[in-house]
């Protein structure tokens, strides 16, 4: 059973920043972690792509966020991270860790999302 686990949101006030943090960890081995990605999902919105990184480091963003956002991850570290800057408050959401897990087999995984709440 692999678990990813959030942490990193908060309240912040329009202009400022905040770092967002995944890490993968399992009851068994994990062999391999492919595509990781950021969700969100706003009160009443469906749950869409913010950013995604490849395991070669390949990244993609939404337009809304492009310039503003940063996805990283640590591979040594099962681990994917989210740096944004300039929020806005149309950035508030519940923000989801996302990871495609080979152990024995590959399977997709959602984290338990964390809260970002932006203040004009």
């Known amino acids: 059973q692999v678990q990813l686990v959030e942490s990193g949101g908060g309240l912040v006030q329009a202009g400022g920043s905040l770092r967002l943090s995944c890490a993968a960890s399992?009851?068994?081995?994990?062999?391999?972690?492919?595509?990781m990605a950021w969700y969100r999902q706003a009160p009443g919105k469906q749950r869409d792509l913010v950013a995604g990184?490849?395991?070669?480091?390949?990244?993609n963003y939404a337009d809304s966020v492009k310039g503003r956002f940063t996805i990283s991850r640590d591979n040594a570290k099962n681990s994917v991270f989210l740096q944004m800057n300039s929020l806005k408050p149309e950035d508030t959401a519940v923000y989801y860790c996302?990871?495609?897990?080979?152990?024995?087999?590959?399977?997709?995984?959602w984290g338990q999302g964390t809260q970002v709440t932006v203040s004009s």
């Open positions: 399992g009851s068994g081995s994990i062999f391999s972690i492919n595509d």
């Open positions: 990184i490849t395991s070669g480091g390949r990244t």
């Open positions: 996302y990871a495609v897990v080979t152990t024995g087999y590959s399977a997709q995984y």
